[in-house]
């Protein structure tokens, strides 16, 4: 891969899927149970209250994240302005310009993930429609829970994360998109008291299944690995569960494990955590969408053919220099860690060029590009405490 090459071709995006449901567990989503403003009084009924009475402000080249439900992206401050685009809750921008006052509110111009550009209300005065992007605060978790299946990926990290502020980090089974929410004052203690408080999590241990005596060869299917990490005030606690293999299996092949069943029953609920706790648990606020700090990425050379359908983009907009030299070498190809601005910019120029579906923050992606000196392919990961580093990913 050379510094003179000016064009590179991308297939569409192919989301790295968890293998939760090929192990046979639950595949829960995350909602946010809320219903925010809209932006403008003319299209909400809703009168404006004196702009940015409650807002704060969003610098240019900051990410921020909408929190209303809906918002409108218009080619110019005001509310009669043309309309660009239909923003969600949890959609990421980055702010371009601002702030300018039109129509009792208050206007950043900015550009979406999806590659639009446009102005954004940010508030009515009293609820915010932009804000920081949400963080997990300081220090390691209280429990880190992760699984790891025998068809799972390369890039395996843990699945759930509960930290003391009562924060929840969740990658939601089955998509292995990352979300983030708050547990209430009762929810955290309930979770400390039933679930840390657990007989089976006060000292590291390992379960694994133990074969009957008077059984043939088990089938080697549907195993998965279940490890729970605990705070502690020396050395973390951790137990580790093999599970998973079927309730005819369980009973055929081998002994009873009531330390592997009730462990089982503590993954699947930490899986479900959303559902199983109720949203009287959880601060109102509802699931958001998590964009860390910092992403993962690798790059490394195609096998045989490269894919059909491509799009094509500029090496330079992908913002990662010369691809030859990115980063560190890793098995047959390269890897390094960016920041999430970095990772907006790459995402962004991918889905300008017509990636579909489009690039996400969210969720680990895989995508391959072609060049003058053939194809290549880049793996895109979110990083959260407990996640794999470079030199445990071989690309």
Known sequence: ??????????????????????????????????????????????????SGSETTGHPVGTLTMVV???????DAPGTGAELVAGLERGDVVEIVSGPVDADEFRWYEA?????????????????????????????DPLLSFEYGCDVTG???GPSTLIFGDGRVLHNVGGAGEWR?????ADGLARVQSDLLGSPHLQAS?????????DAGEPPGHGLCLFTFTIANEGEPIEVTSVSWFGDAEEAEFY?????????????RNLMDINSVLGEASWEPAGWLPLIPNEYLLGIGPGQGPPPDEIVVVEPEALGLGDLETFGEPSGGGRCGVIAREQAFAL?????????????????????????????????????????????????
């Open 111 to 139: 550009r979406d993930i999806a590659g639009n550009q446009g102005w954004l209300a940010d508030g009515d005065g009293s609820d915010a429609w932009l804000s920081t992007l949400p963080g997990w605060g300081e220090g």
């Open 347 to 395: 995402a962004r120029a991918l889905n300008t060029a017509g990636a579909e579906p489009n690039v996400p923050l969210t969720a680990s992606v895989s995508m391959a590009f072609q060049t003058d000196d053939g194809w290549a392919y880049v793996s895109l990961y979110p990083l959260v405490p407990g996640s794999p580093a470079c030199e445990a990913v071989g690309f």
């Open 180 to 184: 983030i929410r708050t547990l209430a």
């Open 1 to 50: 891969m050379s510094r003179t090459r000016r064009r590179a071709s991308l297939t569409t995006v192919i989301p790295l899927v968890a293998a939760l449901a090929a192990c046979g567990g639950p595949s829960p989503t995350g909602s946010s149970g809320t219903t925010s403003p809209q932006p403008s009084a003319t299209e909400s009924g809703k009168p404006p209250a004196p």
């Open 68 to 74: 209303a439900d809906e918002l409108r992206m218009r």
């Open 205 to 213: 241990a390992e379960y694994r299944p133990v074969g009957r005596a």
């Open 255 to 267: 002994e009873p494990s009531p330390e592997r069943k009730a462990l089982d029953a503590i993954a």
């Open 154 to 156: 390369p890039f395996q």
